[in-house]
């Protein structure tokens, strides 16, 4: 069981500050439990129903474990519907994960929304791409709303925070960058075996002009329908990184 003053003061995990400060993320959910322990990640603190507690005894290496209500999860967590698990992980150290090679590092410039940045990691991890670089004023891949929405691919994806116009001048690789103003990106399917970038702009900016100067080959998706005005950028990169390596 877990006591009020310990409940209290995992409860102000809630707030990204506060993990921040520390260098630690919060994972809830069978599903995304079970991803965390699939890939022996470093967990600080795991509070769970007995259903679930019982249900994965001795699966869980955590420093601290705790049976809790209901209603104690509900004071943890960040989802409107709380699930059987809670976990307090430490993050990872980027600079120890070698991603598996690919033909193609996915580049995220001022990505702000949670949901988007969850789903563009998820589906770079469904094709591979398992090397994300991100401006530096892009939403941490550690918020509770991305992580969520990784679906386990936080597990498996490194992530770079950088001063991106710089990173994508000096990384001496194609870049390919989703531009209303680009050739269709069917003009660049014949691809060298030679590893690539592409770079996915801000929601409703695009790509800066800073980030924007560093692109070697600016790509469009044609509008068949002719009415909307331009696509999701999880939407957007999921088409082109299906086209750049398939």
């Known amino acids: 069981m877990i006591s009020k003053s310990k409940l209290k003061e995992l409860a102000a995990y809630r ?4 993990c921040d400060e520390e260098a630690v993320f919060v994972v809830e959910g069978p599903k995304m439990a079970a991803e965390a ?16 507690l019982s249900a994965h005894t001795g699966n869980t290496v ?12 509900e004071r943890l967590s960040n989802l409107k519907t709380p699930n059987q698990v809670w976990m307090l992980l430490d993050c990872p150290d980027n600079s120890s994960f070698i ?4 033909s193609l590092i996915l580049a995220l410039d001022r990505i702000q929304d949670p949901g988007n940045m969850g789903t563009l990691m998820r589906t770079a991890d469904w094709f591979g791409v398992r090397h994300i670089v991100c401006s530096r004023d892009t939403v941490s891949c550690f918020n509770p709303k991305v992580v969520q ?3 386990g691919a936080i ?3 490194r992530v770079d925070y950088v001063n991106l116009p710089e990173w994508l001048a000096s990384c001496g690789m194609p870049v390919y960058g989703a531009s209303l103003q680009g ?15 592409l770079l996915i702009g801000n929601e409703s900016r695009g790509i800066s002009p800073e980030a924007m100067a560093a692109v070697t080959h600016p790509v469009l998706i044609p509008n068949l329908g002719g009415t909307a005005e331009s696509l ?5 990169a999921g088409i082109l990184m299906y086209e750049l390596t398939r």
């Open 15 to 18: 707030l990204q500050k506060r």
């Open 99 to 102: 991603p598996p090679h690919s």
């Open 232 to 236: 999701n950028a999880s939407v957007a």
């Open 37 to 52: 322990m699939a890939v022996g990640a470093p967990v600080r603190v795991v509070c769970a129903t007995a259903e679930w």
């Open 183 to 197: 050739e269709p990106i069917t003009k660049h399917l014949t691809l060298s075996t030679k590893q690539s970038v």
């Open 62 to 73: 955590a420093a601290e474990a705790y049976e809790v209500s209901p209603a104690e999860l």
């Open 149 to 151: 929405a990784t679906m």
């Open 155 to 157: 597990f498996r994806t």
